[in-house]
């Protein structure tokens, strides 16, 4: 490793108070830290004696850059400064958060804790991702961290048990919260504290299932991905057994299955000898089931599925889907444009005037989720990212949330694509929104659908009513929302018409 190694950064992007987070060890679980608080802003110091550290900490970064935007419907902060450090006090200095990532031997975390505590910063919080100890054990020889144990990939998968001093642990949970991740205080201390006690009960259960020849991986693996999986990643263990218990709930199920504790179905107080033979077995089977694919193919496998399984959450408001919604609230201010608009550039850009701004009223990572069997993004989102542009400029006229619970809304009446190029997966969309003259009860937009370097990739016409919602009938906008269309619509009035403009199916150029 070079004695500095940093990527390079617009230096009109840094700040003073832009925030420093250190890794000391950049495996998976390192490198998927620095990735979590790279891609939300934070400069990120790596320390990792290790020769392959930085090639392996790019890696992970490289499947998070195309995997953690693509979670969210508008932009990520603008991504902090990346280097790698030969010095551990180098690495750690001016560090607001200091996670430690090194292999769980206490005595390699005692020596690495104890250099810590020497060389942070007064207010820096130490941190150590250790699945088993507790912290207590960390801090035996004088160290004062605390347990932040996160799940593998951390930069997708929001929980992070923190057990520790309360005052610590609350301060490393407003900083988790910030990054879009989800802090779960573990009331007293315990071995492997949590979710690693249930992942271990399954463990040992399903070792014996090899060991006894009832299951191969694959089938057990099959077990839980095509059944319970399924419903642990909505509901959890708890409210999935209520639901188990009919109209009568928990207690109808805990007196139906409860006398099944007392029978003879698991062998959780035991363990299969881990014989030569026992894990000869088990790394034949696993090979067979997934050895022929590299492990960043199965990672990127991973990342893909849980983005669906994530934004699938997120649009339903359940489980993770909360942490991300929430997250992306924070977020909103910094990304979300106001009418001050931004320009359109490039020569080939849809308007025709110059030196004119129109407002973004939506961006966002293209994600995986939202491409086709060719390679790039289906229709059905074009049409998606243009329903939220039109959202968030009803927003900004004040036709927002509490203008829709007071009765009144615009509906979508009919709208026209134009599909002008290709947009793919990881590009950057942007939408742009024109007001086209309009009066009364109608609101009619063009947007303007663009990729990175400002690539015009489609445009959306889009004619709406305002609409009472009692009545369901068609009425004129109230005053406040008919005054700032109208105040868009003059400034706007310099702007030729756009190309496009009155489109239907088939018409020739």
């Not at 207010?123 to 991702?129: E, P, Q, T, Y």
């Not at 504290?193 to 060991?211: F, K, M, P």
């Not at 099959?222 to 709930?249: C, H, K, N, P, V």
């Not at 805990?254 to 077995?281: C, I, N, R, S």
């Amino acid at each position: 490793m070079n004695p500095v190694s940093t990527d390079n950064m617009n230096s009109a992007m840094k700040t003073s108070s832009r925030r420093r987070a250190a890794i000391i060890g950049g495996g998976v679980i390192g490198g998927g830290w620095a990735a979590r608080f790279l891609l939300n802003g934070w400069d990120v110091a790596v320390f990792d004696p290790d020769p392959e550290a930085e090639r392996k900490v790019r890696e992970v970064l490289a499947n998070a850059r195309r995997s953690l935007p693509a979670l969210y419907d508008i932009l990520l902060p603008a991504e902090g400064q990346l280097s790698f450090h030969a010095q551990l006090a180098e690495c750690v200095s001016n560090a607001i958060w200091i996670q430690e990532s090194v292999p769980e031997r206490l005595d390699m975390k005692h020596r690495i804790l104890a250099e810590l505590q020497t060389y942070a910063d007064d207010n820096a919080i130490i941190a150590s991702s250790t699945s088993g100890f507790k912290a207590s054990e960390l801090n035996a020889q004088g160290a004062n961290a605390i347990v932040a144990h996160p799940f593998n990939p951390v930069y997708l998968l929001p929980l992070v048990e923190l057990v520790g001093d309360a005052t610590l642990t609350t301060q490393a949970a407003d900083i988790l919260h910030s990054i879009g991740m989800f802090p779960l205080t573990v009331r007293k201390e315990i071995d492997a504290h949590i979710a690693d006690r249930l992942l271990e009960a399954v463990w040992r259960e399903s070792l014996w299932l090899v060991s006894d020849g009832i299951a191969t991986t694959e089938e057990i693996d099959d077990a839980i991905r095509m059944g319970f999986g399924l419903r642990w990643a909505q509901m959890g263990l708890f409210e999935t057994y209520r639901i188990a218990g009919g109209e009568s709930g928990m207690r109808h199920f805990m007196e139906q299955f409860g006398p099944a504790l007392e029978w003879p179905w698991t062998k959780l107080m035991d363990v299969p000898d881990f014989t030569p033979e026992l894990v000869d077995l088990i790394v034949e089977q696993s090979d067979a089931q997934s050895g022929h694919l590299p492990i960043r193919d199965l990672e990127r496998q991973r990342d893909d599925n849980l983005i669906g399984l994530l934004r699938a959450l997120k649009k339903s408001g359940h489980g993770a889907g909360t942490v991300l919604n929430t997250h992306e609230k924070t977020l909103i201010p910094q990304n979300a444009s106001d009418a001050s608009a931004q320009p359109i550039g490039g020569s080939e850009g849809a308007i025709s005037s110059p030196l004119v701004s129109l407002p973004v009223t939506f961006s966002c990572q293209i994600p995986n989720t939202w491409t086709d069997y060719n390679g790039h993004m289906n229709e059905t989102h074009y049409v998606e990212a243009a329903s939220r542009a039109t959202d968030r400029f009803m927003e900004l006229i004040g036709a927002d949330a509490a203008y829709i619970a007071s009765g009144k809304s615009f509906f979508t009446v009919e709208s026209h694509v134009r599909y002008l190029d290709e947009a793919r997966a990881d590009e950057t969309l942007t939408v742009r929104t024109q007001v086209l003259p309009t009066q009364g009860k109608k609101l009619h937009l063009f947007h303007h659908l663009s990729t990175d370097a400002d690539k015009p990739v489609a445009t959306v016409e889009t004619l709406l009513l305002h609409m009472d919602l009692e009545s369901r009938r068609s009425c004129p906008p109230e005053s406040v929302v008919a005054e700032r269309l109208a105040t868009f619509a003059t400034a706007q009035a310099q702007l030729m018409m756009p190309e496009g403009f009155g489109r239907a199916v088939g018409q020739k150029p």
